[in-house]
């Protein structure tokens, strides 16, 4: 099937702008993770979801940053008053149940621009 | 705070040969450890997964190890191929009190020659 598919793949926007991105997990998967990775790093946890419910947003860098997923399928994570910090690639992920050492299926990311 | 190493130079070797990636941690001491795979403009994909009582896991040419003593575990491809060529990322979990939060290191850059 379907795997985890990630919209806009690309956005540059002018700082002091508001940005959302979406993720479309894969159909029936019950968690959702959102990662920011940097150039030459690994994923960097943001939040988590399990279901519709936000279960850890231990992450999230600043209360500029929120994520949403209200019928507990695609989620939006939103960035307000984007700043050049913000430029990142962001990376969603899914698995089936959220369980302990339950593999996580990564979307192709949205690669963000702040100028 | 929980750190986690990997080797940042790229590592080149020839096709046919074994490779060996490090992953080091400190101030940690993860039930599990997870190997992804990333190629270019792509995200990670699960490789393989290494218990905390587990010494050794195979899949294939891939076999990864676990030394909780030295907070390390190798991650080697035995007989490897130019498509081989990718960055491996290391993943712990970071006791999150009951789903998979992972921590990943920086990752190694792996590249296969003919």
């Known amino acids: 099937g379907a795997g985890v598919s990630q919209s806009p793949r690309y956005k540059v926007t002018k700082r002091g702008q508001d940005v959302a991105l979406r993720c479309d997990p894969i159909?029936?998967?019950?968690?959702l993770y959102w990662y920011r990775q940097a150039l030459g790093q690994g994923p960097e946890f943001l939040t988590y979801f399990n279901y519709e419910a936000q279960q850890d947003k231990s992450g999230l860098p600043n209360d500029r940053f929120s994520a949403e997923r209200p019928e507990g399928s695609i989620s939006t994570l939103t960035i307000q008053r984007t700043e050049q910090r913000d430029s990142a690639m962001y990376r969603c992920?899914?698995?089936?149940?959220?369980?302990?050492?339950?593999?996580?299926?990564f979307g192709p990311g949205t690669r963000l621009l702040v100028l | 705070s929980q750190k986690i190493e990997q080797n940042s130079e790229a590592l080149n070797i020839q096709e046919g040969k074994t490779a060996t990636l490090t992953c080091n941690y400190t101030?940690?001491?993860?039930?599990?450890l997870q190997w992804y795979r990333q190629d270019p403009g792509r995200g990670p994909v699960f490789l393989l997964l290494i218990r905390e009582n587990e010494k050794e896991k195979r899949k294939e040419r891939l076999k990864v190890t676990f030394d909780t003593t030295l907070k390390q575990s190798l991650f080697h491809i035995t007989a490897s191929q130019p498509a081989d060529s990718a960055t491996y990322l290391c993943?712990?979990?970071?006791?999150?009190?009951?789903?998979?939060?992972?921590?990943f290191g920086a990752g190694t850059r792996l590249a296969v020659h003919p």
């Open positions: 992920a899914s698995s089936l149940e959220g369980a302990l050492e339950e593999t996580q299926y």
């Open positions: 159909s029936g998967h019950v968690s």
């Open positions: 993943a712990l979990d970071s006791f999150s009190g009951g789903y998979n939060k992972l921590i």
């Open positions: 101030n940690y001491s993860p039930a599990y």
